[in-house]
Nanobody, 114 residues
Framework: QVQLVESGGGLVQAGGSLSVSCVAS????????WGWYRQAPGKQRDWVAS???????NYADPVKGRFTITRDNAKNTVYLQMSSLRPEDTAVYYC????????WGQGTQVTVSS
C-alpha cells in the first residue's frame, strides 16, 4: 500500500518563500507522474502542479511563475518550492500521483499571513 508523507509547511508572510516535500513508499516512484494538490478551508482539493517521469512540469494558473515542482527518484521524493506567496495560497498541501492513489497522506499546512 502506498504511503505518502508530506512535510515542510509552516507560517510565512506574504511575499515569502517556503518549500514542502513528500516522501513516497509502497510504489515504484520513478514510474509515476507526481503532483501536488492543495485544499483550503471549506473548499475542494485542487491540483497545483505536476511533473512527469521525464521531468516535464505543468502548473495551475494561480501558481504559474511562482511555484516549482521537482522530483528526486533516488530519494522517492517530490518537492514544491513556493515563492511570492499570497494569503490565498493558504491551504493544506498534499502530494499524490496523477491520477491520484485512493489513499492520501496527512498533508502539510501552509499558512500565508497578510
Amino acid at each position: 500500500q502506498v504511503q505518502l508523507v508530506e512535510s515542510g509547511g509552516g507560517l510565512v508572510q506574504a511575499g515569502g518563500s517556503l518549500s514542502v516535500s513528500c516522501v513516497a513508499s509502497g510504489t515504484i516512484f520513478s514510474l509515476n507522474v507526481w503532483g501536488w494538490y492543495r485544499q483550503a478551508p471549506g473548499k475542494q482539493r485542487d491540483w497545483v502542479a505536476s511533473i512527469t517521469r521525464g521531468g516535464r512540469t505543468n502548473y495551475a494558473d494561480p501558481v504559474k511563475g511562482r511555484f516549482t515542482i521537482t522530483r528526486d527518484n533516488a530519494k522517492n521524493t517530490v518537492y514544491l518550492q513556493m515563492s511570492s506567496l499570497r494569503p490565498e495560497d493558504t491551504a493544506v498541501y498534499y502530494c499524490n500521483t496523477i491520477p491520484p492513489f485512493a489513499n492520501w497522506g496527512q498533508g502539510t499546512q501552509v499558512t500565508v499571513s497578510s
